[in-house]
């Protein structure tokens, strides 16, 4: 699980169908406000009450990971309807799976803020605005390092500044004290290994931001702009030790029990080619029957937080032709799956 900022808790259970959806951009999470959350330990539960004639459907969560942690994923769905397991996979045709090192494929931003937080609110605005100044020499750039090539410092800096906010009173620029190339470690389809990333040190600020130094040649897609919002969430996977089987979170059927419960069902299409497995879930929604009288529905959204384990209840567990090895593991929406 990756978390921003203590004052930040960004909340985002997801339905049973494994859509990630836009998410948004690393910045805006810094600015947000969070609500009512209380996390606990296999999960995320937020309580609303509403009074409703006739109750809309609550679309049952399903159990899924959270991540505390806005931004692009590598591969955006676009807005529609799922895709079939084939079109999914076929979105992926293009994907070196060759290539050594393996292109980075994001779930998660490419920007790591500050681990302890900001010592006050105006360092944080100038941050999540893109208020900062550059008080530091730039480091040289390497070709490349880890076997990836290396996107200027400079470049770096720019992502943090993109998208300049303005308003109504005037905010004092952060100095940027320190950058360094290092390597810290980012949200990927394979977890979150340690890659080449610029450390950036803010004045006043006790802990550095990490920005993934990785160029666009070296991530697919090749994409690096923080202003596209083509952001998810990469939903957990277990691929067994030989790596021909995959577990996913999956709850075939839920009956309703009330006006507020909604029932659905679940299918799984499968699909497998050079590149990709697609592992795509559709759900068909049941929603129960409107009341004559108003109804408070408690909106209570349920997700783990952990990889789901091969044999457990709510899981599926798909037996491959042959063993996932470098392909892409996508969903209905061609958006990648966290393997774990």
């Known amino acids: 699980m990756n978390y921003r900022d203590p004052d930040d808790i960004e909340l985002l259970p997801r339905s049973p169908a494994p859509r990630l959806g836009r998410a948004r951009p690393w910045r805006t999470v810094w600015a947000a406000t969070a609500a009512v959350a209380v996390v606990v330990s296999v999960g995320v539960v937020v309580v609303m009450a509403h009074a409703v004639r006739h109750p809309a459907p609550v679309v049952p969560q399903s159990r899924t990971s959270a991540t505390y942690l806005p931004g692009r994923a590598a591969v955006s ?3 529609g309807q799922p895709l079939t397991a084939a079109a999914a996979a076929k979105r992926w045709a293009a ?12 779930v998660a931003p490419d920007v790591d803020g500050p681990a302890g937080g900001f010592p006050d609110g105006d360092s944080k605005l100038a941050f999540v605005t893109g208020h900062l100044a550059l008080a530091a020499a730039l480091p040289p750039t390497p070709r490349g390092q880890g076997g990836y090539p290396i ?67 070296g991530r697919y897609p090749a994409e690096t702009s923080a202003s596209t919002d083509t952001g998810g969430y990469g939903a957990p996977a277990t691929v067994s030790a030989d790596g021909r089987s995959v577990t996913i979170w999956f709850t075939a059927r839920h009956v309703s029990t009330g006006p507020c419960d909604t029932g659905y069902t679940t299918s799984l299409d499968t699909a497998q080619t050079r590149t990709a497995v697609a592992l795509a879930v559709s759900t068909r929604f049941d929603p129960p029957a409107p009341t004559s009288t108003p109804v408070a529905c408690p909106a209570i959204g349920f997700v783990h ?13 798909v037996v491959l032709d042959q063993p996932l090895g470098a392909r892409a593991l996508v969903d209905a929406y061609a958006q990648p799956y966290d393997v774990q």
Request: aromatic share 4%; charged share 20%; hydrophobic share 40%.
């Open 95 to 106: 994907f070196p799976v060759t290539r050594n090192p393996r292109p980075v494929i994001l």
């Open 151 to 217: 996107r200027p410092a400079a470049d770096a800096i720019a992502e943090l500044t993109a998208d300049r906010v303005t308003g109504p009173g005037p905010v004092t620029r952060l100095p940027i004290t320190l950058i360094r190339l290092t390597e810290h470690g980012f949200g990927t389809d394979r977890g979150t290994p340690a890659r080449p990333a610029w450390e950036i040190h803010l004045r006043g600020v006790r802990d550095a931001v990490y920005v993934l130094a990785i160029a666009a040649a």
């Open 77 to 79: 769905p676009g807005p």
């Open 305 to 317: 937080v952990g990889p789901p384990t091969p044999g457990a209840p709510g899981t599926r567990t």
